[in-house]
């Protein structure tokens, strides 16, 4: 059997490629675009909840958002090594990031106005992280799919933790209730577009289904997205900003209004509210890292010359 055969072969059996199996260039490249940008996501995601750490108005508040941001510091790590796996450079990663060369999520774009911003970032960002992760889970590269288990389960202590703030600030003031409204009002739109471009309109789906890396559409995901999270917000007594979505009984989901394509395109190229702001941040705390890094590499040059 040629090695492009025992590729496709593992492929159509639903087994996992593994890092020292061959595989298509194609392969290799799309794989490390798809986690690189997705530990991007998740190390520039720890900004906008991040901002909220000092002002969290309770020591409760300020523990759960504490371990929720050092989370996504964790699943980018283990990211960034998936993708070491397929020989990309971590560093090198991290220099395209800053140079604005690979992508990260459009939702993170996005500023955190008021506390509620994080209730529904964990309800609906990492709702909708978890829709689109779950599937990834049966990825078919093994190191990708192994860190996606972790990942999700964290994710759903996200998500659960960001209702259950929710819920609280529902039981509250009325002006606590108008916080919520708002800030999913601002929130709704961002998140559905975080699954990406319409089925129609997105180059690499149809490769990466075939690839089985994806499970699903864009298109798809979204729906069970949009189908999931209406009733969650009957149940916390919130109004989704949509006048169009409404239960379409012959196809057994939601009907919902047309997303504003041009927005995702502006916020992806570089030009959403807070594109500039997150990169720089990122490239400081890179720039301050540098001499953790070199101490490290020093440590460990020091041990392997004692050992040898
Ligand atoms: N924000 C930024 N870029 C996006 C977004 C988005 N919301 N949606 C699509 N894109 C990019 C794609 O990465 C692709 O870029 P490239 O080809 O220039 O590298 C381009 O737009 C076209 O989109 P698709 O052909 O649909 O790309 P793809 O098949 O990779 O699907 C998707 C995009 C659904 C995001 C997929 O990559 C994926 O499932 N990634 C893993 C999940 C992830 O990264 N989540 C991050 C946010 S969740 C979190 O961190 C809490």
Known sequence: ???????????????????????????????????????????????????????????????????????????????????ETLGADRGDLTRRLIEGRQKYSSIFNYPTLTFADVGVIGWLVDGAAICNQVPLCRSSFGPYARAMIRICKEESFHQRQGYELLMTMMRGTEAQRDMVQDAVNRWWW??????????????????????????????????????????????????????????????EHHDFGEIDWSELKRVISGDGPLNAERIEHRRRADEDGEWVRSAAAAHAAKKQGVRG
């Open 1 to 83: 059997m040629t090695q492009e055969a025992a590729f496709t072969a593992t492929i159509e059996k639903d087994q996992r490629i593994e890092p020292r199996d061959w595989m298509p260039d194609g392969y290799r490249k799309t794989m490390i675009r798809q986690i690189a940008q997705h530990a991007h996501s998740e190390i520039i995601g720890m900004q906008p909840e991040g901002a909220w750490i000092t002002r969290a108005p309770s020591l409760r508040r300020k523990a759960i958002l504490l371990a929720k941001v050092q989370d996504e510091a964790g699943h980018g790590l283990y990211l960034y090594s998936a993708a």
């Open 190 to 251: 961002p998140s559905l577009m975080m699954f990406g471009p319409p089925d129609a309109e997105s180059p690499n789906t149809a490769q990466s289904m075939a690839w089985k890396i994806k499970r699903h559409t864009n298109d798809e995901l979204r729906q069970r997205f949009v189908d999931m999270s209406v009733p969650q917000a009957s149940a916390l007594g919130v109004t989704l900003p949509d006048p169009d979505l409404r239960w379409n009984p012959e196809r």
